[in-house]
Each structure stands twice: as structure tokens, then as C-alpha cells.
């Protein structure tokens, strides 16, 4: 069980009186849900640990962070971007079972929303405003009822969790006792889940290995049983090459007498009607050749079969019963994706200015259709190459932000190069605030109308070009942006 709105509060009041004014100096979001920020005050480091996962939602001080394993998540690299190097200005409950941790720096404020609520817990980074930056949650990105650009709502608070006991036993001697006994009270549930999850997925493994020898399986057992009809073939072409004269060209049918210990008996041979009687013979000795090699060698490869088939049942078995040290030696396969947590691609490729500014460029009509009409604010700046298709560009603004010259230059190299002017030297670029830009009832998606609408001419420098390519970040799943 996640910790209660009564431990929350306990946490939070001393979390708050101790790390006012710590400088942030790293970031980590291992997993969806969970981030750690390395806080530093004079003479000390601090690990805080801000979870919103299911049944182990908490703050807490902790001693070390779980690993990441593959490549970073879109909500550590925006988290970075956001929060190192600020100060943390306060840690306040927002009610309920959410908390609020605001950070400052010269050039703003950001605010990270730890939603421990117990069906939906998530993580939400806050910048000017309170507009989402972006949202880490084991929930797929439909169910959040939040995206990028859209003014924070503290959910509304359900109940009063507030005469329910603490669990919390505080640690004597510890530095923050209060927070230090709550990561004690989830130690053991982290590796749990990661352990559980480990197991889920080589379970899931060993099973689709099964089903792929089991049905190979059965192709190769239906091989190996056609030694009968190879001997069929033997016992035609030796009939028929014992009776050459009374088959013709022609003949699809011949009835031919067999000796056996039981004595004579017809048998009624097909036969092919473009062949001879002995091209007959050789046919059905080579068919009879032929399916008795492959059935011996469908009979090795069975066996082989079946020795693959009882190691994988037998290490299903054995997995069943691992420990949690055994299955964290295969910690590694927690670093491949999950079709379970598979998340939508964003609809826009993200570049950096020289200055840092974002710049978000559509992937086609239909996402530049969404990147224009639902994500962009009506202040940020739009962009299109004139007199050619291409991609609608954004660059997100806070409102009132001054627009310079560096930053439009830098976005009108992004739209043309992803338009038809892609590999000229110059052109014309269209921009205008985004809430300028209009959608005629009934045009194609991504066809649009700009009103108060300026023009740039834009040669283009190619060391600008290389090094605003070079800035594209590799943040695709939406969820986490």
C-alpha cells in the first residue's frame, strides 16, 4: 500500500524544513513513475526519491536509486533539461495525496506534481504558468486525461485520509527520520516489483519458445510419418517395372497383378498420363528415395525437438521457483520494451535552438494537423515554407516572450529543410502566432489559412543546419514527454 495522506503529511513537513534551498545537481527516471533528484546542502547529499507507482507511491529519503537499464526515458531527459541546476524553493502538500516540489533559477520557475493518487499516480513536470512539460505514469498516455501544453488542475480531493494511522516508525539517530522510514517501509517492495517483472517477462519468453518449437514440432512429426508412403512409392515402381509391357502411353490407370503370401492380388496404380512406363518407375523410385531421406532426417531433427522442448518445460519449472537473486541476474531483460507499456510516437520531431528553445516540427499531415490545432498555445510561433509542402513548425513560447532573431532563424532553417525547398541554398518562410492560423471547414488535413502572417528570407548556413539536426532528441513516446 502506498503511504497514507497521515505519513505523506509526516514526511513532507520535515522534508520541508531540511531541504529549502538545495541545489539540484542530477536527475534520474529509471522507470515510469519514478524519479530520483540528487539534492546537495552544505556538507551533505541528499537522495530524494518521489515514486507515483501502484502500491508503492511515496517521498522518501533513500541511501541508493534503482539502476536504469537501456536507453533513457523522455522524462529523465526533460527532467535534466528542466531542474539541474535550480534550487528547491519548497515541498508542499497540494492536497489530498499530492505534492508539490518547487524548484527556482534566474531564468524561471518549474514545479514537479508527484500524484500519489492510488489508481493514477503520476509524475508531472510544471513549467511557466503551470503548463505541462511533461508526464511520467504506468498508465497509457489515454487514460491520463493530460498532455504537453495544457494548464495543470489539482485533482479533486475524494475523501479524508486523514484519521487513518501512520505506519511510519521514525529512525532515531537518522538524518531525516521520517523520510529514511518510509523508504525502509517500500524497501523490499521495489526489488519485489522489479523481480515479479523479470519473471513475467521470462516466463512470457519460455512460453513463446514453446509455442514455436511445439509448432515446428508438428510439421516436422508430419514428415517424419511419411515413411509409409515413400514405401508405397517402392512397392508401385516395382510393379510397374515388372510389367513394362502392359502399360501405355497414355494410361492414367494400370491394373497389375501383385504376388504376395497370400497370393496373387490386383492393385489399380495411378499413373501419369505424359510419362512412359519406365519414366513411371523412376519417378516413384525417386519419390520413394526422397521421402525416405527426409523422414529420417525429420526423425533427428524430432528428437532435437523434443530435448529443446523438455529443457524449456523444465526451465519454466525452475523459474517458477527462483529466487529474487536468481532473477535479478537476468535484470537486463527489463531493458527490452514491453508491448504491455508500448506507448503512441509523438506526433512531432523536437530539435534544440542554439539558445536551448524547443522547436517541434510534424512528421506529416495528419501531425502537423495535431501539432497546430491541439498542441500548439495560441502564442507560440508557427512556421511554414512558402510556396511548398512541408512540415508545420512550433516553437513553444511562453506568453509575452520576446521572439529573437537567433530563434526565428533557427526555426526557418528547421521549415525548410523539412519541406520541398529540402537541399536548396535559399527561401521564402512563412510565420505567425499560432493562433493566427486557421483550418477552412472541409480542406485535407494539414492545408491550413494564416492571417497577419510575415515573410523571411532565409539563406541557409549549413553549420546552423548540421548542428539544429544534430540537437533532435530521441524522446518518441508521448506518455513520458
Not at 91 to 120: E, H, P, Q, T
Not at 255 to 281: C, F, M
Not at 373 to 379: H, S, T
Request: proline share 4%.
Amino acid at each position: 500500500m502506498s503511504l497514507r495522506a497521515r505519513e505523506l503529511a509526516e514526511v513532507v513537513e520535515e522534508l520541508s524544513a531540511s531541504l529549502s534551498g538545495a541545489a539540484v545537481q542530477k536527475a534520474f527516471a529509471p522507470a515510469p513513475a519514478l524519479c530520483y533528484l540528487e539534492l546537495r546542502r552544505p556538507g551533505r547529499t541528499v537522495l530524494l526519491c518521489v515514486c507515483a507507482a501502484r502500491g508503492r507511491a511515496r517521498i522518501s529519503v533513500a541511501e541508493s536509486r534503482q539502476r536504469l537499464l537501456g536507453p533513457a526515458l523522455p522524462f529523465q531527459q526533460q527532467l535534466r533539461r528542466e531542474v539541474v541546476g535550480t534550487s528547491l524553493s519548497r515541498i508542499a502538500r497540494a492536497g489530498g495525496r499530492v505534492v508539490a516540489v518547487d524548484f527556482k533559477s534566474a531564468s524561471g520557475s518549474r514545479r514537479l506534481i508527484a500524484d500519489l493518487s492510488a489508481r493514477d499516480g503520476k509524475l508531472i513536470l510544471l513549467g511557466e504558468e503551470d503548463r505541462v512539460l511533461a508526464i511520467s505514469s504506468e498508465l497509457p498516455f489515454a487514460k491520463l486525461g493530460l498532455k504537453r501544453s495544457d494548464a495543470y488542475q489539482p485533482p479533486v480531493q475524494v475523501g479524508d485520509e486523514s484519521s487513518s494511522g501512520s505506519r511510519l516508525i521514525p529512525i532515531a539517530g537518522a538524518a531525516f527520520p521520517f523520510a529514511q522510514a518510509a523508504e525502509a517501509l517500500y524497501q523490499g517492495k521495489d526489488e519485489q516489483q522489479r523481480t515479479d517483472e523479470i519473471r513475467r517477462r521470462l516466463i512470457q519468453s519460455l512460453k513463446k519458445k514453446l509455442d514455436r518449437i511445439s509448432r515446428t514440432r508438428e510439421k516436422v512429426l508430419a514428415e517424419a510419418s511419411r515413411e509409409p508412403e515413400a514405401e508405397q512409392h517402392r512397392r508401385f515402381g516395382e510393379l510397374i517395372s515388372q510389367n513394362f509391357h502392359r502399360i501405355k502411353r497414355g494410361d492414367t490407370v494400370a491394373h497389375l497383378v501383385e504376388y504376395t503370401e497370400r497370393g496373387p492380388i490386383e492393385i489399380e496404380v495411378p499413373i501419369h498420363a505424359e510419362r512412359s512406363a519406365k519414366e513411371e518407375a523412376e519417378w516413384r523410385f525417386h519419390q520413394y528415395r526422397r521421402l525416405l531421406r527426409g523422414s529420417k532426417q525429420a526423425a533427428l531433427r524430432l528428437a532435437q525437438l523434443n530435448e529443446q522442448m523438455s529443457d524449456a518445460q523444465r526451465a519454466l519449472e525452475e523459474l517458477h521457483r527462483a529466487g529474487a537473486e536468481a532473477l535479478l541476474e537476468h535484470e537486463e531483460i527489463l531493458a527490452r520494451p514491453s508491448r504491455r507499456t508500448a506507448r503512441r510516437s509523438r506526433p512531432y520531431k523536437e530539435y534544440f535552438s542554439s539558445t536551448g528553445q524547443r522547436i517541434w516540427v510534424g512528421r506529416d499531415s495528419r501531425s502537423n494537423d495535431e501539432l497546430t490545432f491541439k498542441i500548439a498555445r495560441p502564442d507560440d510561433l508557427w512556421l511554414h515554407a512558402r510556396g511548398a509542402s512541408g512540415s508545420h513548425v512550433v516553437v513553444p513560447l511562453d506568453k509575452n516572450a520576446e521572439l529573437t532573431s537567433e530563434l526565428l532563424v533557427d526555426a526557418a532553417h528547421l521549415a525548410l529543410h523539412h519541406s520541398g525547398f529540402k537541399g536548396e541554398r535559399r527561401g521564402e518562410v512563412v510565420y505567425a502566432k499560432a493562433k493566427h492560423v486557421r483550418r477552412r471547414k472541409g480542406d485535407p488535413a494539414g492545408t491550413v489559412s494564416v492571417e497577419r502572417d510575415k515573410t523571411l528570407l532565409v539563406r541557409i548556413e549549413p553549420d546552423r543546419l548540421a548542428n539544429l539536426l544534430g540537437s533532435r532528441t530521441r524522446a518518441t513516446t508521448e506518455q513520458s514527454s
